[in-house]
């Protein structure tokens, strides 16, 4: 069964910091990229990050580069997705997903969990 344990997520000032950790199971992590997406009410689902785990290739949406980054621990199983400056519309429901193709890791998802909320007051 894939499972994703996402943790980190929380309430935060603008221009603060929080790290969502994501640990998978269930399936080869080695063989997937694995990310973040979003879900904003009112708004569409936007990809922001992922993580080729099998030569770390990294891939960013325009609106989080140069604030979040992400990395992996294959050992563990688990990406984390390291997140500064924040702003309010970062706003969202943050979802951990896997995906067979790293092209297309920012797109489509294979596997995503249930996902942790992410609040940034101004």
């Known amino acids: 069964e894939v499972q994703f344990v996402e943790s980190g997520g929380g309430l935060v000032q603008a221009g603060g910091s929080l790290r969502l950790s994501c640990a998978a199971s269930g399936f080869t992590f080695d063989d997937y990229a694995i990310g973040w997406f979003r879900k904003a009410p009112g708004k569409e689902r936007e990809g922001l990050s992922c993580?080729?785990?099998?030569?770390?290739?990294?891939y960013y949406t325009d609106s989080v580069k140069g604030r979040f980054t992400i990395s992996s621990d294959n050992a563990k199983n688990t990406v984390y997705l390291q997140m500064n400056s924040l702003k309010p519309e970062d706003t969202a429901v943050y979802y951990c997903?896997?995906?067979?193709?790293?092209?297309?890791?920012?797109?489509?998802?294979?596997?995503w969990g249930q996902g942790t909320q992410v609040t940034v007051s101004s």
């Open positions: 997903a896997a995906t067979i193709e790293p092209r297309v890791c920012l797109y489509v998802y294979d596997y």
């Open positions: 993580i080729s785990t099998s030569d770390g290739s990294t």
